[in-house]
């Protein structure tokens, strides 16, 4: 897939640019059999590359060996379009100029090193044009190497506008396919996989996430405001920050968008070796790091995985932290929640369909005393059955407590001071949510 340029861009680029061409053309042409041409055309752009590297240091600073090939190739290719241009061609559309700044966007070498590569060049294709060819004998034989220069000035500023136009299109797409493969790999991840299937095999050993020591773990983030995260650009922002605020940690991390939550999958050796220790728990490192997010967002943390397989267990965990996350508790970690509060949340929605019949005027009465009573059953629970103590606790007579206790036992039949009665009323009250 090829990105186009802008539609708008060529004509006003061929306008300007033709007014300046047609100021210069009475300079003639190089005055020399073609195999001479093309033996000075080389010549001049070894030249510009050698110009190029002492004033721009990003090129040598590569470790990509294409690049300076590249350069000296394409300064040629601009000494041949302007030699054909001298001439008396048309402007043509400049192909070559759009295909190297797409192989540049490619190579990720950065924009301004070849803007200011053109601004090298433009320099010595004057000066080069104005000594090699022989002017022909017209009235405007003195106006040609003032006009050539601003040719050769137009020129490359105009080109230096496609080039970068062509660049920011490639990158653009790039980072669009990129994406489109980093939620390819998230949904695979999290989905589950068989390792038969080759094609995910082939996905997932690519990526290198088929490596022995491996853990894993996920975190699923929202914004305190749920509504939020259908706003593209504020979502985008929670997956950049995600990805920022775990970054100085050696783990690899897979972020994005999945179902309007924020889906991470961290993964990092378990050991180096079989002979090494463990590392501390891949979660345990990732939570202070999520914690650095902020308030305006909630976050759900799995516990550690062994492999690619039990990455949809990891994300099952992280989604029940996540319903447990809170002003309190932004960061929850799975491994973190008591046994009480996971059996409650999940079975609550089947206990609150067998209820039992006393549930009704406990949570009647309560109402109306404003939650005092069970308060009181918290309070007394939180004190290990200890009346006074619940009683310095809520800040109240001892003789108050009994007399709740005693409400509650009329309503209910249970005795609050006995341990099973307290543990059935307490699971009552929060699978009926009082």
Same mark, same amino acid.
């Given at each position: 897939?090829?990105?186009?340029?802008?539609?708008?861009?060529?004509?006003?680029?061929?306008?300007?640019?033709?007014?300046?061409?047609?100021?210069?053309?009475?300079?003639?042409?190089?005055?020399?059999?073609?195999?001479?041409?093309?033996?000075?055309?080389?010549?001049?752009?070894?030249?510009?590359?050698?110009?190029?590297?002492?004033?721009?240091?990003?090129?040598?600073?590569?470790?990509?060996?294409?690049?300076?090939?590249?350069?000296?190739?394409?300064?040629?290719?601009?000494?041949?379009?302007?030699?054909?241009?001298?001439?008396?061609?048309?402007?043509?559309?400049?192909?070559?100029?759009?295909?190297?700044?797409?192989?540049?966007?490619?190579?990720?070498?950065?924009?301004?090193?070849?803007?200011?590569?053109?601004? @090298?060049?433009?320099?010595?294709?004057?000066?080069?044009?104005?000594?090699?060819?022989?002017?022909?004998?017209?009235?405007?034989?003195?106006?040609?190497?003032?006009?050539?220069?601003?040719? @050769?000035?137009?020129?490359?500023?105009?080109?230096?506008?496609?080039?970068?136009?062509?660049?920011?299109?490639?990158?653009?797409?790039?980072?669009?396919?990129?994406?489109?493969?980093?939620?390819?790999?998230?949904?695979?991840?999290?989905?589950?996989?068989?390792?038969?299937?080759?094609?995910?095999?082939?996905?997932?050993?690519?990526?290198?996430?088929?490596?022995?020591?491996?853990?894993? @773990?996920?975190?699923?983030?929202?914004?305190?405001?749920?509504?939020?995260?259908?706003?593209?650009?504020?979502? =985008?922002?929670?997956?950049?920050?995600?990805?920022?605020?775990?970054?100085?940690?050696?783990?690899?991390?897979?972020?994005?968008?999945?179902?309007?939550?924020?889906?991470?999958?961290?993964?990092?050796?378990?050991?180096?070796?079989?002979? /090494?220790?463990?590392?501390?728990?891949?979660?345990?490192?990732?939570?202070?790091?999520?914690?650095?997010?902020?308030?305006?967002?909630?976050?759900?943390?799995?516990?550690?995985?062994?492999?690619?397989?039990?990455?949809?267990?990891?994300?099952?965990?992280? /989604?029940?932290?996540?319903?447990?996350?809170?002003?309190?508790?932004?960061?929850?970690?799975?491994?973190?929640?008591?046994?009480?509060?996971?059996?409650?949340?999940?079975? $609550?929605?089947?206990? =609150?369909?067998?209820?039992?019949?006393?549930?009704?005027?406990?949570?009647?009465?309560?109402?109306?005393?404003?939650?005092?009573?069970?308060?009181?059953?918290?309070?007394?629970?939180?004190?290990?059955?200890?009346? =006074?103590?619940? $009683?310095?606790?809520?800040?109240?007579?001892?003789?108050?407590?009994?007399?709740?206790?005693?409400?509650?036992?009329?309503?209910?039949?249970?005795?609050?001071? =006995?341990?099973?009665?307290?543990?059935?009323?307490?699971? $009552?009250?929060? @699978?009926?949510?009082?």
């Amino acid at each position: 897939m090829v990105a186009a340029p802008a539609p708008e861009l060529m004509p006003a680029l061929n306008t300007a640019l033709g007014a300046a061409l047609d100021a210069a053309r009475p300079i003639g042409t190089l005055a020399r059999t073609a195999p001479a041409v093309d033996k000075l055309l080389s010549a001049q752009a070894q030249r510009a590359r050698d110009q190029v590297l002492q004033a721009m240091p990003a090129f040598s600073a590569s470790g990509n060996p294409d690049v300076i090939p590249d350069l000296e190739r394409h300064a040629r290719d601009h000494l041949n379009e302007l030699h054909r241009l001298l001439r008396g061609n048309a402007l043509g559309d400049f192909a070559f100029v759009r295909n190297h700044a797409r192989r540049t966007a490619t190579q990720r070498f950065p924009l301004e090193a070849t803007l200011g590569a053109y601004r @090298c060049m433009h320099p010595l294709w004057a000066a080069f044009f104005s000594s090699a060819v022989a002017a022909r004998r017209t009235v405007k034989a003195r106006s040609v190497p003032a006009a050539l220069t601003h040719f @050769c000035s137009e020129y490359s500023s105009d080109l230096s506008i496609l080039f970068a136009s062509e660049y920011v299109a490639q990158t653009r797409l790039l980072a669009e396919l990129e994406g489109d493969h980093r939620n390819e790999l998230l949904s695979t991840l999290v989905s589950g996989h068989d390792e038969s299937d080759a094609r995910v095999a082939r996905l997932l050993k690519r990526a290198g996430y088929l490596e022995q020591r491996l853990s894993f @773990c996920v975190a699923l983030v929202q914004s305190t405001d749920p509504l939020e995260m259908e706003n593209a650009a504020r979502a =985008q922002r929670i997956v950049e920050a995600v990805a920022e605020a775990v970054s100085p940690l050696s783990v690899r991390a897979l972020v994005g968008l999945r179902n309007n939550l924020v889906t991470a999958v961290f993964s990092d050796l378990r050991r180096a070796s079989g002979w /090494t220790a463990p590392q501390a728990s891949l979660a345990d490192r990732i939570r202070p790091r999520l914690l650095t997010l902020g308030p305006a967002v909630l976050i759900g943390l799995s516990g550690d995985q062994p492999s690619t397989g039990r990455i949809p267990q990891a994300l099952h965990e992280a /989604t029940v932290a996540l319903d447990f996350a809170g002003p309190a508790d932004r960061v929850m970690s799975f491994s973190e929640l008591p046994i009480r509060r996971l059996l409650i949340h999940r079975g $609550a929605d089947y206990v =609150q369909a067998a209820l039992p019949v006393w549930f009704a005027r406990l949570r009647d009465a309560d109402a109306k005393s404003q939650g005092a009573l069970v308060k009181t059953l918290r309070a007394l629970a939180d004190a290990n059955i200890n009346v =006074q103590a619940a $009683a310095r606790q809520l800040g109240l007579h001892p003789n108050t407590v009994y007399g709740r206790l005693q409400r509650v036992a009329d309503l209910t039949g249970l005795d609050g001071q =006995q341990f099973h009665d307290l543990n059935h009323l307490l699971l $009552a009250v929060d @699978c009926g949510h009082l």
